[in-house]
């Protein structure tokens, strides 16, 4: 990827990895307190111990995914951050401000950083070249103008396509079937 990446992706993306090392974090503690017979109900900290460790491990390969510009990353990036809002939701009922507080600001800043736009121009940019003349010559007569409409429509060479626009040009080019 030849564009610089965002600080919005940047921030997302260290967000996110602070949350999975938390969660890490809670995982091995929790673990330790069940191995050492500490924990006050065992089955239920082998199931958080669990969670955690994949959670936050799932956490940290969604930062290096925003990283790396990979589209994938960002669906699970927001979803784990509906996720913690009710449990920041949770603790801050639960008069435990000193967790409820960072996780839910972590939580909305995330979900601002990774949903901006400059964050979705940067992860979801294609090639321009890229598949456009793969399927030329291919199917009817009036699948072939609708596949040409989307050069005709796109803003100026230099410019980044909104998502919105490169969806429309994506469902243009898909073929018809009578």
């Known amino acids: 990827m030849s564009k610089r990446r965002p600080i919005t992706v940047q921030a997302a993306a260290a967000l996110e990895a602070a949350e999975g090392l938390a969660a890490l974090g809670i995982g091995v503690v929790t673990g330790v307190e069940t191995a050492t ?3 006050v109900d065992p089955a239920s900290a082998i199931g958080v111990t669990v969670l955690a460790l994949a959670g936050g491990l799932g ?4 930062a290096r995914g925003l990283v790396r510009a990979e ?6 990036t927001v979803l784990t951050q509906f996720f913690a809002i009710p449990v ?3 603790l801050w009922q ?10 839910g600001l972590a939580a909305v800043l995330t979900l ?13 940019d294609e090639d321009e070249g890229e598949g456009d003349d ?3 010559g291919e199917g009817d007569d009036e699948a072939a103008p609708a ?6 429509v796109r803003e100026s060479p230099g410019e980044p396509r909104s998502l919105g626009r490169r969806l429309m040009d994506r469902l243009k080019e898909q073929p018809t079937r009578k």
């Not at 601002?112 to 979801?124: M, Q």
């Not at 596949?147 to 005709?152: G, L, Q, T, V």
């Open 88 to 90: 920041a939701w949770s």
């Open 71 to 76: 589209q994938w990353s960002r669906a699970p």
């Open 112 to 124: 601002i950083t990774v949903l901006s736009p400059p964050s979705t121009a940067w992860l979801f």
């Open 59 to 62: 956490m940290l390969a969604c």
């Open 94 to 103: 639960s008069d435990q401000l000193v967790f409820a507080v960072p996780l």
């Open 147 to 152: 596949a040409k409409e989307p050069a005709a």
């Open 134 to 136: 793969e399927d030329e």
């Open 37 to 39: 017979g500490a924990a």
